[in-house]
């Protein structure tokens, strides 16, 4: 029942930044942990940054540095703070929930919403 909503996409050049932000219709924790999932087209599901309840991060070996996920409880919004972006980020994006969350593979999503397009141009 709880809605994920995503925002914060669009195109910018490669090196430029974008902040993500994923609006929760209730406590974004309530499933265990949450994260950013993106996908290309023709490719996988990557999780990229995922966030434990008690605050534990696992970052994507191509993400670590350049993005930092972040939450504000009282508004239930999960953000994705991303910087020195490259051509390769390109994806749709999308904040998911789960509840289950690993050291090495992040939170694996139970659900998540529409999505927000990331477009990084060289």
């Known amino acids: 029942q709880v809605q994920l909503v995503e925002s914060g996409g669009g195109s910018v050049q490669a090196g430029g930044s974008l902040r993500l932000s994923c609006a929760a219709s209730?406590?974004?924790?309530?499933?265990?942990?949450m994260g950013w999932v993106r996908q290309a087209p023709g490719k996988e599901l990557e999780a990229v940054a995922s966030?434990?309840?008690?605050?534990?991060?696992v970052y994507a070996d191509s993400a670590k540095v350049r993005f930092t996920i972040s939450a504000d409880h009282a508004k239930t919004i999960l953000y994705l703070q991303m910087n020195s972006l490259k051509p390769e980020d390109t994806a749709m994006y999308y904040c998911?929930?789960?509840?289950?969350?690993?050291?090495?593979?992040?939170?694996?999503?139970?659900?998540w919403g529409q999505g927000t397009q990331v477009t990084v141009s060289s």
């Open positions: 966030m434990k309840w008690d605050g534990s991060t």
């Open positions: 998911a929930s789960g509840s289950t969350f690993s050291s090495i593979s992040g939170c694996s999503p139970g659900y």
């Open positions: 209730g406590s974004l924790f309530s499933r265990g942990c």
